[in-house]
């Protein structure tokens, strides 16, 4: 097992040229040449510069196509009519595979057809040259966006390409994506992504790396997703990464998310070394979304709400779509000014909300709860004891289809529609903190005058595609 060290240099090279085997165009990466390239990019197309130096939150959507030049005009349309400060490219699920070969026939048959044949940019199999085409054309900072377990060649050709920024990590590109890959071995994995982009950091080219914070994307419990961003951070740091990128989803509720967002701040601050520049990102609700598109921009717009109040540097943005599946490009567009205007509107104005000091205060004592268990469990090593208190329930995340996590932990909304716990399975956290959670999903219950069950976390899960926060029973008279 695999312990957290950083990788020495000649494993790095070793590791390097047999994955760089595994697809042809790994053979055209090569590491000074790729310095060189970065090097020679504009101040305004490096990424955690842009990011880091922003005085407002910046704005980035998902998009991903698998033409080239259908890709370019993708970005360029979200860039200037959208008005995107930060650009993504979304990987294809056949890469996110490592299923090289599908990608290549769904790349062909997109170039044949001009139809969509693939849901992303199919990276690997475009190349660097292929990706270095893609940054020139474009005129602001690109990140790769995927889901892949491993993802070592999509981030040798992408970097070597010159996307300076990478989302994913071992953990949140597991437990909520797989159920094909252990914990340790994408662990293993990401040490290598790491590693590969702290060697580029150690050559003055700064790549920034973002854990994916919303998880599962379910009603996320605000202290699990920091906890699990927290050790993908220290991970990335203890491998040479300098500019990590914090993340977490929206659940709805705006004092929980704006405390949440505070205090992964301040825990990433307290945990993660002095050497590492942390910013934040928030991602607009990444659950089921209403069909109408009029209702789904009044979703959109409470995330920029959220987002003005609570100051990340970025925000991952969605479109009034999201029900339909992969937007259009102006629906995307308009996802980007509709949070856009609701933050420029709401930013300037001193928005004070009782409640978020005490909501602060609550998920910073979880979440110091569960990293401090991942510590003690680890005996002084990270990873040892990230893989030890998944195997016992110490550490959960809920709704997960990987086998790396018990799946216990159950959530449900209180009374007033924050993300509480209603089954804890073996989670790390004492007596007290679970007495109010249980006191908070009481009054709820009462409210509705019904017991504490899993109806709730169903009805709660489908809430906000039906027009709600909360999934009240149908019949509860005058409450």
Same mark, same amino acid.
């Given at each position: 097992?695999?312990?957290?060290?950083?990788?020495?240099?000649?494993?790095?090279?070793?590791?390097?040229?047999?994955?760089?085997?595994?697809?042809?165009?790994?053979?055209?990466?090569?590491?000074?040449?790729?310095?060189?390239?970065?090097?020679?990019?504009?101040?305004?197309?490096?990424?955690?510069?842009?990011?880091?130096?922003?005085?407002?939150?910046?704005?980035?959507?998902?998009?991903?196509?698998?033409?080239?030049?259908?890709?370019?005009?993708?970005?360029?349309?979200?860039?200037?009519?959208?008005?995107? *400060?930060?650009?993504?490219?979304?990987?294809?699920?056949?890469?996110?595979?490592?299923?090289?070969?599908?990608?290549?026939?769904?790349?062909?048959?997109?170039?044949?057809?001009?139809? *969509?044949?693939?849901?992303?940019?199919?990276?690997? #199999?475009? @190349?660097?040259?292929?990706?270095?085409? $893609?940054?020139?054309?474009?005129?602001?900072?690109?990140?790769?966006?995927?889901?892949?377990?491993?993802?070592?060649?999509?981030?040798?050709?992408?970097?070597?390409?010159?996307?300076?920024?990478?989302?994913?990590?071992?953990?949140?590109?597991?437990?909520?994506?797989?159920?094909?890959?252990? $914990?340790?071995?994408?662990?293993?994995?990401?040490?290598?992504?790491?590693? $590969?982009? @702290?060697?580029?950091?150690?050559?003055?080219?700064?790549? #920034?790396?973002?854990?994916?914070?919303?998880?599962?994307?379910?009603?996320?419990?605000?202290?699990?997703?920091?906890?699990?961003?927290?050790?993908? @951070?220290?991970?990335?740091?203890?491998?040479?990464?300098?500019?990590?990128?914090?993340?977490?989803?929206?659940? @709805?509720?705006?004092?929980?998310?704006?405390?949440?967002?505070?205090?992964?701040?301040?825990?990433?601050?307290?945990?993660?070394?002095?050497?590492?520049?942390?910013?934040?990102?928030?991602?607009?609700?990444?659950?089921?979304?209403?069909?109408?598109?009029?209702?789904?921009?009044?979703?959109?717009?409470?995330?920029?709400?959220?987002?003005?109040?609570?100051?990340?540097? !970025?925000?991952?943005?969605?479109?009034?779509?999201?029900?339909?599946?992969?937007?259009?490009?102006?629906?995307?567009?308009?996802?980007?000014?509709?949070?856009?205007?609701?933050?420029?509107?709401?930013?300037?104005?001193?928005?004070?909300?009782?409640?978020?000091?005490?909501?602060?205060?609550?998920?910073?004592?979880?979440?110091?709860?569960?990293?401090?268990?991942?510590?003690?469990?680890?005996?002084?090593?990270?990873?040892?004891?990230?893989?030890?208190?998944?195997?016992?329930?110490? $550490?959960?995340?809920?709704?997960?289809?990987?086998?790396?996590? !018990?799946?216990?932990?159950?959530?449900?909304?209180?009374? *007033?529609?924050?993300?509480?716990?209603?089954?804890?399975?073996?989670?790390?956290?004492?007596?007290?903190?679970?007495?109010?959670?249980?006191?908070?999903?009481?009054?709820?219950?009462?409210?509705?005058?019904?017991?504490?069950?899993?109806?709730?976390?169903?009805?709660?899960?489908?809430?906000?595609?039906?027009?709600?926060?909360?999934?009240?029973?149908?019949?509860?008279?005058?409450?």
């Amino acid at each position: 097992m695999r312990r957290d060290e950083r990788i020495p240099s000649d494993e790095l090279r070793r590791i390097d040229e047999e994955i760089r085997e595994s697809w042809p165009t790994g053979s055209a990466v090569d590491f000074e040449d790729a310095v060189a390239y970065h090097d020679s990019l504009p101040a305004h197309k490096r990424f955690a510069d842009v990011l880091e130096s922003a005085d407002e939150p910046l704005l980035q959507p998902r998009a991903g196509v698998p033409r080239l030049d259908d890709q370019i005009e993708l970005l360029a349309a979200l860039h200037e009519d959208g008005e995107a *400060d930060l650009l993504p490219t979304t990987i294809d699920s056949y890469t996110r595979d490592n299923a090289y070969e599908k990608a290549q026939e769904g790349l062909e048959t997109a170039r044949e057809t001009g139809d *969509d044949a693939l849901n992303g940019f199919p990276a690997v #199999n475009h @190349g660097v040259e292929g990706c270095r085409e $893609l940054i020139d054309a474009v005129d602001a900072p690109v990140e790769v966006r995927h889901g892949t377990p491993d993802a070592r060649l999509l981030a040798a050709i992408t970097f070597a390409g010159g996307f300076q920024s990478f989302e994913g990590g071992p953990i949140s590109y597991n437990i909520p994506y797989t159920n094909c890959h252990g $914990l340790a071995e994408t662990i293993e994995n990401w040490q290598f992504v790491d590693r $590969l982009a @702290g060697a580029y950091t150690e050559r003055g080219v700064r790549i #920034n790396r973002e854990p994916f914070g919303p998880l599962t994307g379910t009603l996320v419990p605000p202290s699990i997703a920091i906890t699990i961003m927290l050790i993908e @951070g220290l991970l990335a740091a203890t491998q040479g990464v300098r500019s990590i990128t914090l993340g977490y989803g929206q659940v @709805g509720n705006v004092v929980q998310d704006v405390a949440a967002l505070r205090a992964l701040r301040e825990l990433g601050e307290e945990y993660l070394p002095d050497a590492v520049v942390v910013t934040t990102v928030f991602h607009e609700w990444m659950g089921g979304f209403p069909p109408d598109e009029a209702r789904a921009n009044g979703v959109i717009g409470l995330g920029g709400l959220t987002a003005a109040i609570a100051r990340p540097d !970025k925000v991952i943005t969605k479109s009034p779509q999201e029900f339909q599946g992969v937007p259009t490009t102006e629906a995307n567009a308009a996802g980007l000014r509709t949070t856009r205007q609701v933050i420029d509107m709401a930013i300037e104005q001193e928005i004070d909300i009782d409640g978020i000091d005490e909501e602060q205060d609550l998920i910073e004592r979880e979440t110091h709860s569960l990293i401090e268990a991942v510590f003690d469990r680890g005996d002084g090593d990270l990873v040892r004891g990230t893989l030890e208190a998944f195997d016992s329930g110490a $550490l959960d995340v809920p709704f997960a289809p990987s086998d790396s996590a !018990k799946g216990a932990v159950l959530p449900a909304r209180d009374d *007033d529609g924050r993300v509480r716990i209603l089954e804890w399975g073996d989670l790390a956290v004492d007596d007290e903190i679970r007495a109010i959670h249980r006191a908070r999903l009481a009054k709820r219950a009462d409210t509705e005058g019904r017991d504490q069950s899993f109806r709730m976390v169903a009805d709660d899960v489908d809430a906000i595609s039906e027009g709600k926060l909360i999934g009240r029973p149908d019949t509860r008279g005058d409450v």
